[in-house]
């Protein structure tokens, strides 16, 4: 039930903040997937610990362009070829780690 509502474009942003957060990794993996679910809680989920999660996450189009730079550098080969597949994710941020500039504070 909590997975169908996470990946249901109805759900309330206000719920599926909520269900990015869930226990079940199921749930929030359908959570990341919706495009209705908030950003900060896309930001979120694209930190999860679980890749598939992730994974999702860097394929959706609402995901902020910051996690997506941090998920084009992922570790696991499958969240990074979505990150660098996603339209949203930013020629530069494919060139280099997220990070602080050379020579900047």
């Not at 909520?18 to 990341?32: C, I």
Request: proline share 10%; glycine share 8%; no cysteine.
């Amino acid at each position: 039930m909590r997975e169908a509502a996470a990946w249901n474009a109805a759900t309330p942003g206000a719920a599926l903040a909520e269900l990015a957060r869930d226990p079940a990794t199921g749930v929030r993996r359908k959570a990341a997937e919706n495009a209705a679910t908030p950003g900060a809680a896309l930001a979120e989920l694209a930190r999860d610990p679980d890749a598939e999660v992730r994974e999702a996450a860097a394929e959706n189009a609402a995901t902020p362009g910051a996690a997506l730079a941090e998920l084009a550098w992922d570790p696991d080969e499958d969240v990074h070829k979505e990150a660098a597949g996603n339209a949203r994710t930013l020629l530069e941020d494919l060139a280099g780690p997220p990070g602080p500039t050379p020579g900047g504070d």
